[in-house]
């Protein structure tokens, strides 16, 4: 798992032009928020949104919590917002209906002259890509790889749908996910999402077992459009105490075994190899930085 990016199992829009939704965001208890100017704003309160994002910012991130702000497209809007939004208070923007590797790379190039600009150290806003087009996944390891600021990709399931003309149910979400995982790690980057629609929001039990499944698939943390979906997000992208005490076992029995000599281990029933133990140790590395960012106490 790459250890030089901050992992937000939970990610909570708020539009940005709505003061009593950011009045209340930061009691929500997602480890970051996203600012929207994008779906959530409608064209004539654009303008309205981009003047409040630096005291959004201030506001929501009051109990500890990561600022995103989701940014439009086309390029010369996209640059609009840029300018609006970057700065030491948004640790990342959000990048929305990615289809090429160019875009990512003309929005990291964009904010390192507004970095240097500004004061800001140079590399501390990323990027996390929203591939929302059936077109962009013949392209998703370039993307991947096309900025060193790309932390992330996530599927945007309602417009990848509408681009397929499928329901998004999760059957039809399910191998679009899987490649978005894939790309990811391939890249060295974070997969963030789940295989269902992001606006089924009304079932928890339903919602809380697509999660399980999420992290089963090797997904780290996703977005959401209601608070009620935080607790279920924070809650199942954490390794419990159990599999917390089971991992350290597993490691730990498995380097006695190299001490011996043996490439395999038995561990409470079962046979543990490389694999087994390449699972464990990521375990452990996510607990670890969820311990020390303070996020394994929400």
Not at 31 to 42: G, K, Q, T, W
Not at 69 to 81: A, C, E, K
Not at 283 to 290: D, I
């Amino acid at each position: 798992m790459p250890g030089i990016f901050p992992i937000w199992r939970s990610m909570l829009f708020v539009p940005a032009q709505i003061e009593k939704f950011v009045a209340k965001a930061h009691t929500r208890g997602a480890d970051a928020y996203i600012l929207d100017l994008e779906d959530s704003v409608p064209a004539s309160r654009k303008d309205v949104a981009r003047s409040m994002i630096v005291a959004d910012a201030r506001q929501v991130s009051r109990s500890g919590a990561a600022v995103l702000v989701r940014i439009n497209q086309p390029w010369t809007v996209s640059q609009r917002d840029l300018a609006a939004v970057v700065g030491r208070g948004v640790r990342a923007i959000v990048l929305p209906k990615v289809n090429c590797p160019d875009y990512v790379r003309a929005v990291a190039q964009e904010i390192d002259s507004l970095e240097a600009e500004r004061d800001v150290a140079a590399g501390h806003t990323l990027l996390i890509a929203q591939i929302e087009d059936v077109d962009a996944l013949a392209r998703l390891d370039e993307i991947a790889a096309s900025s060193s600021r790309l932390m992330g990709m996530t599927l945007g399931s309602e417009d990848f749908s509408a681009s397929v003309g499928m329901e998004p149910i999760p059957a039809a979400l399910f191998a679009p996910n899987q490649s978005i995982v894939f790309a990811c790690r391939r890249a060295g980057i974070l997969p963030f999402g789940f295989p269902a629609s992001i606006a089924d929001y009304a079932e928890i039990g339903d919602f809380r077992a697509t999660i399980k499944l999420a992290r089963q698939l090797g997904f780290v943390g996703a977005f959401c459009i209601h608070p009620s979906q935080v607790a279920v997000l924070n809650e199942e992208f954490a390794p419990t105490p159990n599999e917390i005490e089971h991992a350290r076992g597993l490691v730990s029995a498995y380097e006695q075994a190299l001490k011996q000599g043996r490439g395999a281990a038995e561990y409470r029933g079962k046979m543990i190899d490389p694999p087994v133990v390449m699972r464990a140790q990521e375990l452990l590395r996510r607990a670890c930085h969820l311990e020390i960012s303070g996020l394994a106490k929400k």
